[in-house]
């Protein structure tokens, strides 16, 4: 299902139970969270692919392996999208505790 349909069946199927600013604002911040965990879990997959064919390849070039394993390792946008991501949901629930 696409990540921009999902949020929009989410909103859908809360959008009644929704009464209150901090209510609104928390179903806001679940699907943003889910559409950046969306684009997140896609990118951290396209790594892990590239990490497979880097491990296969080292067999063969052995000195592509330390760039492409030094790629992988640092701080790359998957890993940011799903922190993001973890941010926006923390953010739902302390808004709907205020």
């Known amino acids: ?22 209510q609104r604002l928390s179903l806001v911040f679940v699907v ?32 592509d392996v330390g760039a492409i394993a030094g790629l992988l390792n640092g701080l790359t946008p998957a890993r940011l999208l799903i922190t993001a991501s973890a941010f926006s949901l923390l953010l739902s629930a302390y808004v709907t505790r205020g």
């Open 32 to 63: 943003l969270g889910l559409a950046l965990l969306g684009a997140g879990g896609t990118l951290l997959a396209d790594e892990v692919r590239l990490l497979r064919r880097g491990t296969q390849a080292a067999e063969v070039r052995s000195a």
């Open 1 to 22: 299902m696409d990540r921009g349909l999902l949020g929009v069946v989410v909103v859908l199927l809360l959008a009644p139970a929704v009464d209150t600013f901090a």
